[in-house]
């Protein structure tokens, strides 16, 4: 090794940092998102529902109301639902309280 230069990497995908901010957390925003996200507890939830919930945000069809409550737009955009970590006001939520909202709720607050 020869290299010249102190330079610190992400942790995440090893691309240099640049900000004392990302340095501090050995991360860039983008890995460093990904990483309290994949610390969040999404056992419950199939793989296709977490690309739900990840489509939800990145679509920001959910939208904080007040304290942990959120509200969702359903696919059609027709109906709108009032989310909580823990529970979901949609069908599915009702029945099994493990629909995508509730796990795109968990994504966000963990953000
Ligand atoms: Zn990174
Ligand atoms: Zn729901």
Known sequence: MNTTTEQVTCLGCRRPLRSAASIARGRGP?????????????????????????????DAAIVPLRGRVFRTVSTDGRELHLTHPATCNCAAGLKARRCYHIAAARLLLAA
């Open 30 to 58: 983008v890995c460093d998102r990904r990483a309290r996200q994949s610390a969040v507890d999404l056992r419950d939830f199939t793989p296709a529902q977490v690309d739900a919930a990840r489509e939800l945000i990145e």
